[in-house]
């Protein structure tokens, strides 16, 4: 779906969700304000935490080695 999608599948479509190349419903767990705040929450820590690991490596926000 997501490739049909890429390859103008839904030309017209914006803001929908869709399984098997049709709108579909969405699940009350992804209507979820508390779980939207969770998945951020848990997003930012996990970004937080490479970070972290990529300055303890010397390299900056792209990943690779800082240059001199």
Not at 17 to 43: M, N
Request: hydrophobic share 35%; aromatic share 6%.
């Amino acid at each position: 779906t997501i490739l049909w999608l890429a390859r103008g599948g839904a030309p017209d479509a914006t803001g929908q969700y869709f399984a098997r190349r049709k709108t579909a419903s969405l699940t009350p767990a992804a209507q979820s304000d508390a779980g939207a705040a969770r998945l951020w929450r848990i997003s930012e820590e996990l970004l937080a935490g490479i970070q972290d690991q990529a300055r303890r490596r010397g390299c900056g926000t792209s990943g690779r080695p800082d240059e001199a």
